[in-house]
């Protein structure tokens, strides 16, 4: 994706007509333009020249992010000036608008003292001016006039949209001070002739129709909503911005054995760093020499420091808390976790959720709508008999108080500092439709080496034959495990390291065939292996075979060792659970998730591991394209997240709903989910799916609140309610009512931020539904032959009354029957032997 700086837009009109002009760009397969970042992201083979022209065209500026500056259709709207990154959003807009208002402020406070102070409570003035209801009339004017001065861009910005053909908030609101402004003048010159022909009569009721102070109170008020909304906006995105403050600017390399300190941006992979205590890793590496506690929470979340020896991976922006140590650089520029970090949060900045969608169409049209209305009011209410200026007051009251902005910033906000909350956690959506999408999911599947369990082999038990001490059987062990290189070896070497045994030097060292292991020590015969190894060759009491059953049945794998024929005891290893795993499944289980464990191991062991962890349903034996099949099965029910961290998890990660990648996983796993977890904990997954579903619940609240706000206001403006109730709005009041709604949406996102998403005590106790168990068949079949052969077999099969669907395989040659009813055999196969195959058997 191709990220570019957008400058000029005011409101979602403006964003959805940049939307709009940048899809039309030969080459650009989709476009998304946020209006809270103002950043738009492109993707297809469109060239950045052709893309940023498309912008200027629709009377916008804009650059690529990195590359600088694009070039600008004007001065007005030019592009952004090139830099960081961080710059671009950095809060510029409210110092300006600050400096804006204060003058607006005084001008207006001199305006309101004149037009309203003396005219209605008789407030003192000039002796020259008192009875000068003309040189009154002139004040006014010169003091509206300084304040529209102030406020120019409003009209910049909303007649050059008008002159596109797009109008904007900034067009309403022109428009509505413009008009307000323009009868007052005309009110102004009829006094004078008024005052000529000395009628006094009619001058005080020409004075009586100046809106001057409704003209430049428009524009104060809805600048006080800006500056509100801008410095609302600028909280939202102080987690990027935070993110993008983190990456250190030197690193201290060795260069010809002397240290060297160089700008970051100098560091290539392979180079050698050191990092003293107190001061932050430079780039991501791998641990050479040293030990130290490094604290990472600045990219996971995790308070507490992780210990760091030689051979461990350290990341960018972390800080070296203990020890000195010396590095090899292994991702350096923007291949660093923290730099992939931010590319995943801008990147769903600019992405829209498939619920903005609402918004935008709606914004697309609302401007001229409104534009419409307004015009159609001001018609009704002179064709009612009123004056010029009752119906004008109306229609600019339409104008005023409808606000598109708080449409388009319903979603964005919400998104922005959500995915931003997910981000100081660890937790990362890669685009807005994940963190949208993430909540609704209703079936959770894990894998489960690496995901539930630790992914790693461990010694559990320790069984000594009778009269056999523990040391004795751990130092048979480790002399055999010591010289092997199976991953089962590795777990009782370690534990043998960690009792600070010594290896015995064996001799006439072998590998069997069966799983098993056999050398000499001091002229005994040592063996070690499986059950089924030992019976073999020296026989295993019943009682020992018992035991090795038994923890077999627990999912873990009997090792057993003999000295001289004689059986010393079991060792089991198994790959445990993380501590985390069973409280993490109760409560996705308590958020009405089904939870379903898929894994290539044997059942046996899948069905132990799964019994301990708590899952609802256990998939085994199932290979990488198996999974992929299994997910697409189990879409059919509903929305289904997969979170696993293995290449062969990457299929089922990309066929799922939402794919959530474990962040100690391997990198296509990576690329492939929706989602990332940094921390690598189970934990977390329902901790994203709750800051989705938060996140979803505050974009329905403003979205709410933008629909109702336009909804109400509109035709209290427009005057529907006179006749009925006598409910009249004052165009001030409608200004300060849309200067306060896109602050009140962007306040109400930035709640999200004291959301706690690992607090599991407010999780609704859902019971899940008992769904209808729907009766699976599995024809075994031959004569297929490739994809013709299925699709002749599926349409045979579905066609019969009662089967719902069938998912038919040349490869497997089996067809997967699901039915509504029950079927008999004899029909399932009937159907398909009379398309020349060969029904062999129906499971």
């Not at 430049?216 to 102080?238: C, F, N, Q, W």
């Amino acid at each position: 994706m191709e990220q570019y700086h957008v400058t000029g837009m005011s409101c979602a009109a403006c964003s959805s007509r940049v939307e709009k002009a940048v899809s039309k760009v030969p080459g650009v397969e989709s476009c998304s333009v946020s209006l809270l970042t103002n950043s738009m992201g492109v993707e297809g083979t469109a060239s950045p020249e052709a893309v940023i022209a498309a912008v200027e065209a629709a009377g916008y500026g804009a650059s690529c992010k990195g590359r600088g500056a694009g070039t600008s259709g004007d001065s007005g709207n030019g592009a952004s000036g090139g830099g960081a990154e961080a710059d671009l959003l950095e809060d510029t807009e409210t110092p300006v608008l600050k400096k804006r208002l204060i003058w607006s402020i005084i001008f207006l406070v001199v305006l309101m003292y004149f037009s309203m102070g003396h005219m209605m409570w008789g407030w003192p003035v000039p002796e020259a001016m008192a009875d000068n209801h003309v040189a009154m009339g002139l004040l006014q004017l010169l003091l509206t006039a300084a304040v529209m001065v102030i406020n120019q861009k409003f009209f910049i910005s909303g007649f050059r949209s008008l002159w596109h053909r797009a109008p904007n908030m900034d067009t309403l609101v022109a428009l509505g001070s413009t008009a307000a402004f323009g009868y007052s003048t005309y009110s102004l010159f009829a006094m004078t002739g008024a005052q000529v022909r000395g009628d006094m009569d009619g001058v005080m009721q020409y004075m009586h129709e100046f809106y001057f102070e409704t003209a430049a109170m428009i524009l104060a008020l809805i600048t006080v909503g800006k500056m509100l909304e801008a410095r609302s906006k600028g909280k939202t995105t102080d987690a990027l911005k935070n993110l993008m403050k983190l990456a250190p600017k030197t690193a201290v390399v060795l260069r010809d054995g002397t240290e060297t300190e160089v700008p970051v941006e100098q560091v290539v992979k392979g180079d050698v760093f050191v990092v003293r205590p107190g001061e932050n890793i430079p780039v991501d590496g791998i641990v050479l020499e040293g030990i130290s506690a490094v604290n990472e929470a600045a990219l996971t979340g995790e308070s507490i420091p992780a210990d760091k020896n030689p051979g461990d991976q350290v990341s960018a922006a972390t800080v070296n808390q203990s020890g000195f140590l010396k590095c090899e650089a292994s991702r350096v520029g923007e291949d660093t976790t923290l730099s992939q970090i931010i590319r995943m949060v801008s990147d769903a900045a600019a992405t829209k959720a498939p619920i903005a969608k609402i918004a935008d169409k709606v914004s697309g049209v609302f401007v001229p709508a409104v534009i419409g209305i307004a015009a159609v009011t001001i018609v009704i209410w002179l064709l009612c008999g009123q004056s010029i200026g009752y119906a004008l007051a109306r229609g600019i009251s339409v104008l005023v108080i409808s606000c598109p902005c708080a449409l388009g910033l319903a979603t964005p906000v919400a998104i922005m500092v959500g995915n931003g909350m997910g981000a100081k956690n660890g937790i990362l959506f890669k685009t807005a439709v994940s963190l949208e999408e993430a909540g609704k999911v209703n079936t959770v599947v894990l894998d489960k080496t690496g995901t539930i369990t630790r992914g790693e082999p461990k010694v559990t038990d320790l069984i000594m034959a009778e009269g056999v001490s523990e040391a004795e059987l751990l130092e048979t062990a480790y002399a055999l495990e010591a010289r092997s290189e199976h991953p089962l070896a590795g777990a009782v070497v370690a534990m043998a390291e960690g009792k600070k045994l010594k290896v015995c030097d064996v001799q006439d060292f072998m590998i069997l065939p069966g799983n098993g292991l056999t050398a000499v020590d001091n002229g005994d015969q040592l063996i070690g292996g499986s059950l089924t190894f030992l019976n073999d060759r020296i026989g295993v009491p019943d009682d020992v075979k018992t035991v090795a059953q038994r923890l077999a049945e627990e999912g873990k794998t009997p090792l057993l060792f003999a000295r001289s024929k004689k059986i010393l005891g079991v060792i089991a290893v198994a790959d445990v659970i993380k501590e985390d795993s069973p409280e993490a499944i109760r409560q996705l289980q308590n958020m009405g998730i089904e939870v379903v464990m898929l894994t290539g191991d044997n059942e046996r062991t899948a069905a132990a591991v799964g019994k301990q962890a708590g899952v609802d349903q256990v998939i085994a034996g199932v290979l990488p394209d198996g999974k992929e099949a299994e997910i697409r099965r189990l879409r059919r029910k509903g929305k289904v997240a997969m979170v696993g961290d293995g290449i062969n998890d990457a299929p089922a990660l990309t066929r799922a709903d939402i794919g959530i990648a474990i962040g100690a996983g391997t990198d296509v796993a990576i690329d492939a989910a929706d989602v990332v977890l940094m921390n690598s904990k189970l934990s977390d997954v329902p901790a994203a799916i709750r800051l989705s579903r938060a996140t979803l619940k505050n974009i329905h609240e403003n979205l709410f609140w933008a629909f109702i706000y336009n909804i109400i206001g509109i035709p209290l403006a427009a005057g529907v309610w006179i006749p009925l109730f006598g409910w009249q709005l004052n165009p001030m009041f409608g200004a300060a009512a849309m200067s306060l709604s896109s602050f009140c949406v962007v306040t109400n996102a930035l709640r999200l931020n004291l959301f706690d998403m690992r607090n599991a005590a407010k999780d609704k106790q859902i019971k899940r539904k008992q769904e209808e168990k729907t009766m699976e068949k599995t024809m075994k079949i031959e004569g297929m032959m490739c994809g013709h052969c299925e699709a002749t077999v599926k349409k045979a099969l579905e066609a019969l009354d009662g089967v719902d669907h069938a998912d038919v395989s040349h490869e497997q040659d089996q067809a997967v029957v699901t039915l509504k009813e029950d079927v008999a055999d004899d029909v399932l196969k009937k159907a398909v032997e009379d398309k020349d195959y060969n029904v062999v058997s129906i499971s």
